[in-house]
């Protein structure tokens, strides 16, 4: 652990070998990585499983609305915000998830099937394009966008405008630039014995964006177990607005809900949360 803090070495010529990709090509491409996600997803001892319900509770408050009609959940991950929607007495027409991940959108279709007003679609938002004007409630979250980069998210925006019906909302939130440059991280995690080794790298940040390179190795006594690294993007809130603006979309109303949330992951507590209408449609 200490030469990969102190140099960047990592434990193998196979570790050292991996390749920065996109979140959705891991998700769609890495079954190791897939799973991986899931089980952090799905774990009642991480921010990404335990606190899931309530924070998508108030997530969904900020749509200012008793029902939300016909839902579409754009990278639902395992349908945390549809259980969240059940667990409310707001009342909803029909349920759309989206996600690239096949682990997740399983494990969605286990947790959420006999519902005929559900339905967990393995896509990839990039491609997958719905029916104009069939969404009243849009539904972007858990800092999905950061994960898209700025093209992908354009073109993304593009689609929700023209998928909110008149009156409809889209909720939308993303972790702004952290203050943080290039770092190198090593953590022991007991049972089994396993060095999580993580970096981070600069990809190409500048003034408006901060684009990064996370790479993650978990090393056990019989070598690297798991590893993978994503790009990840953390646009400013003066880009977000220039980009909703140029796709149609107006911003109806900011949050920073989460913003007294004690979580394992710090962009929850500082991601900001966006209410979007068509441009035009109050």
């Known amino acids: 652990m200490s030469r990969f803090l102190d140099t960047g070495e990592v434990p193998s010529p196979d570790c050292a070998a991996v390749a920065t990709v996109s979140c959705t090509t ?24 335990a606190r899931r319900e309530s924070l998508c509770r108030g997530e969904l408050d900020l749509a200012g609305r008793g029902d939300l009609g016909r839902v579409i959940d754009l990278m639902c991950g395992v349908g945390g915000h549809l259980a969240a929607v059940k667990g409310s007495d707001l009342g909803w027409t029909s349920y759309t998830g989206i996600d690239v991940n096949p682990v997740a959108v399983e494990a969605a279709r286990q947790a959420h099937g006999g519902d005929d007003r559900v339905d967990f679609v393995e896509a990839d938002i990039a491609t997958w394009r719905p029916e104009p004007g069939t969404a009243d409630t849009v ?133 900001i949360q966006f209410v979007l209408t068509r441009a035009g449609d109050r």
Request: net charge negative; aromatic share 6%; with cysteine.
């Open 139 to 271: 539904l972007l979250m858990y800092e999905a966008l950061n994960a898209l980069g700025p093209t992908r998210t354009v073109a993304l925006l593009e689609v929700i405008a023209g998928v909110l019906a008149p009156g409809g909302v889209a909720l939308v939130d993303v972790a702004p630039p952290a203050d943080r440059g290039a770092a190198r991280e090593a953590v022991l995690l007991p049972d089994p014995q396993t060095a999580v080794l993580s970096g981070v790298d600069d990809a190409g940040s500048d003034a408006t964006q901060r684009l990064s390179a996370h790479t993650v190795h978990f090393v056990g006594a019989d070598g690297c177990r798991l590893h993978f690294s994503h790009l990840w993007w953390e646009p400013t809130a003066d880009l977000l607005r220039a980009l909703f603006h140029r796709a149609g979309l107006d911003i109806r109303s900011e949050h920073r809900v989460h913003g007294d949330v004690v979580s394992d992951k710090p962009s929850t507590a500082q991601s």
């Open 26 to 49: 891991l998700y769609r491409d890495d079954a190791a990585f897939a799973a991986y996600a899931v089980s952090r997803q799905t774990s009642t001892t991480t921010d990404d499983g």
